[in-house]
């Protein structure tokens, strides 16, 4: 994992991981052993004070009346403060002295990891024990981008490194904020909790990503209502419980009862879901520290540190430009309060970098994440399963079977699921694989469904995916030349992809909030008219894009011009290449061949080489 560096919260002593275990359960006396300082009670300190030499009966009786406990020893800042309070000026400095060197004895061993992102980083260990875990580790086996992979050979990173990403930068930024505010009143657990939560915001994921929650549980079972947010959530309850790391938890300071909540609450929203409706719908932490939730995944505006970790770190692997900075975020975030709640803000100045985030964001979409190629061999993988499902078993607890499709119903079954379904498939003999094995096959041999054009709806109205589209390509006879080709509707692909900003039509920096310099207290909105006039107008569209199940370019070319004639049907744009594929077939549709408007520019109207009046 990395060298060991210095940190504070007392752990037990470093030991070797056991080989072939790796997070398996360790010795339970030894995680709560009474030497442990942090689980000391009043009573147990006072004795150690009276060891060290400073246990005069009056500071003794001040430290029992507080009720101060070895809890205090995890915050280096609460337990100066404590002390401050409790001791007399002259009793301080012996006091800091004495619990400075048990704090020694017992020092925390932080982990260094060199990550390819963020550099060499320190993971607290109670982090590493989660990542030590059979549930984590699991990670390792799930593509970050899906069939991205097959279209990008650098994108080979997993859903492991992205998470100890995530990690690290909830922590930084957390961090960041209780240095510039102490006001805020941030503890160490309430660091350690985020921590944990964007360390564990993806262990809910499926094979090859969001193809299994976004294209395969849909069509597997389209009445079922399920994200891998939540099976997030399950599957870090199991994670904690399968390894009893409850004990362990507890030694470094965490409160059960109301941090499992907030870690929960951070990855999959309310615990509780009719609390939607209350003004305060969280438990793990009360409404003074809204600004936690807005930190591993923000619902408000969708600026996090979940985007921050996969645009470094997918650009990183896919050799595209990331022109985001999140050090200089860090730099200008600070909290503020608004209408009795308080939010995470950025600098006013920065306002122009936030629209390169979320533009950024679009562009990854555009040249990576759906792109045309990858779709396509997630839309094939999707088919193969489908065929798979039935027949493929994985066992759960108390030795029941599940298939592909309903695993996530069972942590035990779910963590054996990973993107090795897809070689077990293609090695596999079976007799009732044969129709997903060939399909993986020509996938492997790169004979993939056949491209036939991108289009994108010319009015505002939704376009809903369903096989109706497929037939009614099918019935789209061109009206001029029809090809003599029968093509069938069930040979149509049809994928309808979203794009937007994140938050559908809606412009996610007006849910921004900035501060001035002026002012840092107070938060404002700004406008997208007070940024630049070249922003998007619009930050939502559709793109419809269309392929067919043949290697034949005789039945190809009859299946572009059916989608040229269902594009002219529909009142749909022009795909690019519909000039080239079906030149006889563009003409006659009239708003397609719009004279440009140069072509329409009257002489009244100024060009590029006449002078205006205010020109020198």
Known sequence: MGSPAAGWGAAPAKRARREGSPGGPRDGAAESRPCDPRRWDTERLCQHLSRCGVGEPSLLRRFRESGVTGAMLLDLPACALEVTRVCLPSERLKVLACLNDLRQQHLDVMKVFNDPIHGHIEIHPLLVRIIDTPQFQRLRYIKQLGGTYFVFPGASHNRFEHSIGVGYLAGCLVRALKERQP??????????????????????????????????????????????????????????????????????????????????????????????????????RQKEKSFLYEIVANKRNGIDVDKWDYFARDCHHLGIQNNFDYNRFLKFTRVCEVKNQKHICTRDKEAGNVYDMFHTRNWLHRRAYQH???????????????????????????????????????????????????????????????????????????????????????????????????????????????????????????DVINMDYGMKQQNPIDNVLFYCKADPSKAVKISKEQVSKFLPITFAEQVIRVYYRSQDPDIISAAKQYFIQWCMENDFTKPQDGDVVAPHLTPMKRSWNNMRDDEHRTASEPSCKQRLPFDN
């Open 372 to 494: 045309k190629t990858g779709n396509i061999i997630e839309i094939m993988q999707v088919l193969a399963f489908q065929k798979a499902d039935k027949y493929f078993k994985i066992e759960g607890s108390e030795g029941k079977a599940y298939r592909i499709s309903t695993a996530m119903e069972d942590m035990e079954a779910y963590t054996k699921l990973t993107d090795n379904v897809y070689l077990e498939i293609l090695h596999s003999s079976c007799p009732e694989l044969k129709e997903a094995r060939e399909i993986l096959h020509k996938i492997e041999r790169r004979e993939l469904y056949k491209f036939l054009g991108e289009t994108r709806p010319e009015t505002m109205s939704e376009i809903v995916k369903n096989n109706s589209l497929g037939e009614s390509i099918a019935k789209s006879k061109p009206e001029k030349d029809p090809p003599d080709v029968e093509l069938k509707a069930e040979d149509f692909i049809v």
């Open 183 to 284: 006001e805020l009143g941030i503890t160490q657990r309430d660091i350690l909790c985020v921590e944990i939560a964007g360390l564990c915001h993806d262990l809910g994921h499926g094979p090859f990503s969001h193809m299994f929650d976004g294209r395969f549980i849909p069509l597997a079972r389209p009445d079922l209502k399920w994200k891998h947010e939540t099976a997030s959530v399950e599957m870090f309850e199991h994670l904690v419980t399968s390894n009893k790391l409850e004990e362990v938890m507890k030694s470094y300071g965490l409160v059960l009862e109301e941090d499992m909540d907030f870690i929960k609450e951070q990855i999959g929203g309310p615990v509780d879901e009719t609390a939607c409706e209350k003004s305060w719908p969280y438990r793990g």
